[in-house]
């Protein structure tokens, strides 16, 4: 559900079927990528992501205990991962795949193998007829391929261009924070396209990139108030979130285990989280909320209400087990 939300506050006139037609296309596909989480891209620039990615989604796995405890080595898996997207060519859900690299190899490999494999191997979700084009338990088939992939550094210039195209200005620690790729990498990869960015001065003297024709919004323009997805990247895309997220919010919004909450944005920082119940858009004020806005929200909530119809909004229902440890004071239904 989240991609559909994230674009529906980001475009006018947003039409859910056109998401669903991009995904049943496979022109759109969802797969293991910045953060070794989960995204939402154009198919044709996974493989020029996913090569800038390789590094920390592979590294991330073969040198993690659930897979060294089956007793295969880095080798075996790189091994495997024609084997395994040959046999991906149609859809295949966890077992299948898991009892596939069974055959493979001499012994039993555990469970371990499959979570290396799945995070670096290219592979994406499989979309199905589900109300938001996936359901909760995957299937995966080999990635599309296009042109050859780019070098390594190419690849990672690329992405660092996108990550300044949508979150810039940002310093190298924003980038690697996003992307989870090593500060060392990221400032070469700045520095090969000195030449086609610009650099500010943050407001506490911090080196801020950004590209050439990056937009910069005065500081008296508007930001109304949204109702923002769960995992939005505007929450994730800089090491210093207090820009968006205020400190003392933080544990609240993002949860131990990496879950963030769907959040409200008032003047473009968090102020309260929302969730879809039955009647409407029940919002959580995690700070105060002037009358104003809360008259904004509820025409957002009654937009989003579009969006859910014919839908599922329920999609969310399996972390609301986070909203008992929220403050309710003030918690208000948005009636759709």
């Known amino acids: 559900m989240s991609p559909y939300v994230a674009l529906w506050n980001r475009l006018a006139d947003f039409d859910p079927a056109d998401l669903d037609d991009a995904f049943a296309r496979s022109a759109l596909v969802k797969a293991s990528l910045m953060r070794i989480t989960l995204h939402a891209v154009d198919a044709r620039e996974y ?3 996913h090569q800038a990615m390789l590094p920390t989604l592979r590294a991330t796995r073969l040198g993690d205990r659930r897979f060294t405890g089956g007793g295969l080595t880095a080798a075996d898996a790189d091994a495997l991962v024609p084997a395994l997207v040959a046999f991906a060519a149609e859809p295949r859900d966890r077992a299948a795949c898991e009892a596939h690299l069974a055959e ?3 012994t039993a490999p555990g469970p371990g193998l499959w979570w290396a494999l799945r995070a670096f191997a290219p592979l994406v ?3 199905t007829d589900d109300p938001w084009s996936f359901g909760r338990r995957p299937r995966f088939v080999a990635a599309p391929t296009s042109a050859p992939r780019p070098p390594a550094d190419v690849a990672l210039q690329h992405l660092v261009r996108r990550h300044l195209a949508g ?3 940002a310093s190298v620690a924003d980038v690697a924070q996003f992307t989870l790729r090593r500060r060392t990498d990221v ?3 700045i ?8 650099v500010h001065e943050g407001p506490e003297g911090e080196v801020l990139h950004d590209v050439a024709d990056g937009l910069l919004p005065d500081e008296d323009v508007p930001a109304p108030p949204r109702l923002l997805a769960m995992w939005d990247s505007v929450l994730l895309a800089h090491a210093d979130r207090r820009r968006v997220l205020p400190t003392e919010l933080r544990p609240l919004v993002i949860r131990r285990n990496g879950d963030v909450l769907p959040t409200v944005l008032v003047d ?3 102020s309260g989280v929302w969730r879809p119940v039955e009647d409407g858009i029940e919002v959580t004020p995690l700070a105060p909320i002037p009358a104003p806005d809360w008259k904004e929200l509820a025409g957002e909530a009654r937009s989003l209400a579009t969006l859910f119809a014919g839908r599922d909004p329920r999609a969310y229902a399996r972390f609301g087990h986070w909203w008992s440890a929220l403050p309710s004071a003030g918690r208000r239904l948005l009636a759709a």
């Open 167 to 169: 979150f810039g200005p």
């Open 187 to 189: 400032r070469a990869a």
């Open 125 to 127: 979700h499989a979309p």
């Open 47 to 49: 493989p020029v992501l």
């Open 191 to 198: 520095a090969a396209l000195a030449a086609e960015l610009v």
């Open 268 to 270: 473009g920082r968090v």
């Open 104 to 106: 493979l190899v001499d």
